[in-house]
C-alpha cells in the first residue's frame, strides 16, 4: 500500500506539441475545425493563429496521467476549465508541462483526487483540472 | 458562413432543457482506441494489446480517459449545427469539459448518446452553452456522463 499525502507530487513530463500532434488528434477525435489546421482560417476568425483543440490538451494530460496510474481504467472522474488558447507554430514543436498532485487523498470507496497542471510558456492553459482516479488500498 | 447566426444574441435560449435522442449508435473499435491513444500522446499497453487489458481485468482494450468525447462531440455537433440552435460554429471555443465514468469505455461496446441542453447564458458579446451527453452501453447501463460548455464569440470578440 502507498501512502499519499495532499500536494504530494506524483509526476511532471513536458511533451511536444506539433501541427501532427493537432492533425492526428483532428482525424482520433472527429472535431475538423480549421482553427486546429488552417492558419488564414484562424486568423479570419480573431485568433493569433492555428490553435490546439482544448480536448487534445486535456486528452494530453490525461495521457501523462494513465501512464503514472498504470491502469486507464481506473480514471472514474476528469473535469478541466480551457483558460488560454495553446498557439501551435506551423513547423516547430512547442511543449506543454503538464505535472500532476494529491488533491485529496484516498476516500473509503478508494478513490483519490489528483489536481493536474498544465502550463504553456510559463502559463497555465487548463484550469482546476481535476481527476478522480481508483487506487489500491 | 451564415452571417444571420453571426451575433450570440442568435443563440436559441428556448432550446434549454431539450433533449435530443440518439440518432445513431456508435460501435468501439480497437483500432480506434489505439488511434485516439497514440494522437493523445498514451502509450499505456492496455490500449493497444487484448492480453494487456485482459490482465487488468477488461474484456477489451481500453479507451483513454477522454475517449467518450468522440460520441458526445457527435450528439453535439448534431445540436450545435442544427439551424434552429443558432450556433455559429466558427466562432465557438471550448470552455469546459467533463466526464463522469460508471466503467471504463472498451472495444466492442456500442454506445449510444442522449443530449440535453442544460444552460444557455448570453452576456454581452459572449454565449455559454452547456450540454450534457448521456452515453449507454446495448444494455441500457449508464457508462459516461459528458458536460461540456462552449464559448460562442460575439463579432469583434
Known amino acids: 500500500m502507498t501512502k499519499f499525502e495532499r500536494g504530494q507530487e506524483l509526476f511532471e513530463v513536458t511533451v511536444d506539441v506539433t501541427r501532427d500532434t493537432l492533425v492526428r488528434y483532428a482525424g482520433a477525435s472527429g472535431d475538423f475545425n480549421p482553427i486546429h489546421y488552417n492558419d488564414s482560417f484562424a ?12 480536448m487534445a490538451t486535456m486528452g494530453l494530460a490525461a495521457g501523462q496521467l494513465v501512464a503514472w496510474l498504470g491502469d486507464p481504467g481506473a480514471v472514474v472522474g476528469y473535469k ?7 498557439e501551435v507554430p506551423a513547423l516547430e514543436a512547442t511543449q506543454l508541462t503538464i505535472r500532476g498532485r494529491v488533491g485529496a ?16 510558456e510559463g502559463q497555465k492553459v487548463l484550469l482546476r483540472t481535476q481527476a478522480s482516479v481508483r487506487v489500491a488500498k | 458562413m451564415n452571417t444571420q447566426t453571426n451575433r450570440p444574441i442568435e443563440v436559441n435560449q428556448d432550446l434549454v432543457g431539450r433533449t435530443y435522442m440518439p440518432t445513431e449508435t456508435y460501435a468501439v473499435t480497437a ?24 490482465a487488468l481485468g477488461y474484456s477489451g482494450v481500453v479507451a483513454p480517459p477522454t475517449f467518450a468525447v468522440i460520441p458526445a462531440q457527435r450528439a453535439e455537433f448534431h445540436y450545435v449545427n442544427a439551424p434552429e440552435s443558432g450556433i455559429d460554429f ?5 470552455a469546459e469539459e467533463s466526464f463522469e465514468y460508471s466503467r471504463p ?9 442522449t443530449l440535453t441542453v442544460e444552460k444557455i447564458a448570453v452576456r454581452a458579446q459572449i454565449a455559454t452553452v452547456s ?9 441500457g447501463e449508464h457508462v459516461c456522463t459528458v458536460r461540456s460548455t462552449l464559448a460562442v464569440r460575439g463579432e469583434g470578440k
Request: net charge negative; no cysteine.
Open chain 2, 105 to 113: 469505455i472498451v472495444a466492442g461496446d456500442i454506445l449510444s448518446t
Open chain 1, 43 to 54: 486568423t479570419s476568425v480573431g485568433l493569433p493563429g492555428v490553435i490546439a483543440h482544448g
Open chain 2, 90 to 94: 466558427s466562432r465557438v471555443v471550448h
Open chain 1, 105 to 120: 487523498p484516498r476516500d473509503e470507496s478508494g478513490v483519490m483526487r489528483v489536481d493536474i497542471d498544465v502550463l504553456h
Open chain 1, 80 to 86: 478541466t476549465r480551457f483558460a488560454r488558447p495553446v
Open chain 2, 31 to 54: 483500432l480506434k482506441i489505439a488511434e485516439f491513444a497514440a494522437a493523445t500522446g498514451s502509450d499505456h499497453p492496455a490500449h493497444t494489446s487484448e492480453q494487456a487489458a485482459r
Open chain 2, 131 to 139: 450540454t450534457r451527453a448521456d452515453i449507454e452501453d446495448v444494455n
